[in-house]
């Protein structure tokens, strides 16, 4: 069974840089971090120590208000530091990496043979449920749900995205083998969102409801595939996998073993070569930036663009990021910039203030500048053209603003997550942060109805 969605709201941003399909070797860090920042609404309580000893899959923190939800060592090695922040917080859980890794055997089985129970117990044991995400508010699922659908999305149409065809390549089985995995875990459908303009092997994989989708972005977005399939109303849950953690999932049912490896994109136009490289989650990525980045003058982004976190040359990357982006640094002035027309031929602009627009096919170097400061917010109906949701994305994040619980509901704060505001942040003219006022908006909403 297939369906169709074509997203007609949205916005392309084609950036210079992408990343190349072909793959360059990095040689392995002395240092990966499991960081709970990268875990939205987790309290963790620690199960080791400075000095400890850990394998690939050992334990190394749990959620406090959960203990079935676990996160474990992508590395073999030592714990070399607790770092912590004010009030002791716990930022970052640093592991020194020994030469060669050994894993934790969870023991290998064919996940379409065990109960419900067995699967989500494997999954649970083995870290690989931080993978599996919950929509309302875009944060870890609790394993005690039973969802009403899971989707998982195998493309994405953000700046410089990964293509996941080619980082998945070889993968094929086990992200078969992860998708037979998450069909036990619901009573209803697996949803499989594939790039209708790209033949994959996405679109011949079983137990699965295939949704070919076109348009513009969001239209990789989870959230947008759900809006069109099944919308997320109050009560309900919705769960959410990425295509490389699908894979991650499935290889643990096939070997026994938890394999945070994968295939990231170093993509944007300070990148020397962009192409891909085989990391793993929390890796330490300074040698891999040293040898390949235009560190002067840069903006180093684990993740894409809209949506990713800014971080430093011996940083670590996240968790779910599956692209590092770089860019220039927006530290200088346009001459003239608040004139319209000012620049036309080099400036990306969605109202088509600038004549770089006519040329559809056109690559932008774009920094970081926002281009002015923070202003009124008005009504101009811009935010509309780039949310496909059916939703109104100015009333809601006004209602966020005001912490009104009752109006935030009705205008559908239970459909969306920060990424579907990502464009709202990129073309805005109030410049406002919408995907912080929506984070906080759903924090409200956990806080006071759960």
Same mark, same amino acid.
């Given at each position: ?72 060592? #992508? ?83 953000? #700046?410089?995205? #990964? ?229 109104? #994305? ?57």
């Amino acid at each position: 069974m297939s369906q169709d969605i074509r997203v007609k709201k949205g916005l392309n941003i084609k950036l210079k840089g992408q990343a190349a399909m072909t793959t360059a070797a990095v040689s392995r860090s002395d240092f990966y971090a499991i960081k709970p920042t990268d875990f939205h609404g987790i309290t963790p309580k620690l199960t080791v120590k400075a000095g400890d000893e850990v394998i690939v899959g050992d334990v190394v923190f749990f959620s406090k208000g959960n203990d079935r939800i676990k996160f474990t060592s #992508p590395v073999s090695g030592t714990v070399k530091e607790i770092k912590r922040g004010a009030k002791r917080k716990v930022l970052a859980v640093i592991v020194e990496s020994k030469p060669e890794d050994q894993f934790k055997d969870f023991g290998a089985a064919n996940p379409l043979s065990l109960e419900k129970e067995a699967v989500l117990e494997k999954i649970l044991e083995s870290g690989s449920f931080a993978y599996v995400k919950q929509r309302p508010y875009d944060i870890i699922a609790n394993p005690k749900d039973s969802p009403k659908a899971i989707f998982v999305s195998s493309f994405d149409t953000a #700046p410089l995205g #990964p293509n996941y065809a080619f980082a998945l390549k070889g993968k094929e089985e086990a992200f078969q083998a992860g998708i037979n995995a998450l069909s036990k875990l619901t009573e209803g459908a697996v949803n499989l969102s594939v790039d209708a303009n790209e033949a994959s092997f996405f679109s011949k994989i079983e137990n699965a409801n295939i949704i070919n989708v076109s348009g513009k972005h969001p239209a990789g977005n989870v959230g947008t595939q759900i809006a069109a399939i099944s919308p997320v109303n109050q009560g309900e849950r919705v769960w959410t996998v990425s295509a490389q953690g699908v894979a991650t999932i499935g290889e643990l049912f096939l070997t026994g073993k938890y394999n945070p490896t994968k295939l990231v994109a170093l993509a944007g136009s300070q990148v020397k070569k962009p192409q891909y490289y085989t990391l793993s989650a929390g890796q330490n990525i300074k040698s891999l930036i040293e040898e390949n980045v235009n560190v002067k003058g840069s903006r180093i982004i684990s993740g894409n663009v809209l949506t990713g976190t800014k971080i430093q040359v011996d940083d670590f990357l996240g968790f779910y990021d599956n692209v590092i982006t770089v860019i220039p640094e927006g530290d200088k002035y346009r001459f003239f910039g608040w004139l319209p027309f000012v620049g036309s031929s080099t400036i990306h602009s969605f109202s088509k203030t600038s004549f770089a627009w006519l040329n559809s096919g056109k690559e932008y170097d774009l920094n970081t500048s926002l281009n002015g400061e923070e202003r009124a917010l008005v009504v101009t109906g811009e935010m509309e053209k780039v949310v496909p949701l059916d939703i109104y #994305p100015l009333q809601l994040l006004k209602a966020c603003i005001a912490n009104d619980i009752e109006k935030m509901e009705n205008l559908g704060i239970y459909e969306v997550a920060p990424e579907d505001f990502a464009l709202v942040d990129y073309i805005n003219t109030s410049k406002i942060e919408a995907q912080e006022i929506i984070r906080e908006g759903l924090d409200l909403m956990i806080k006071e109805v759960g």
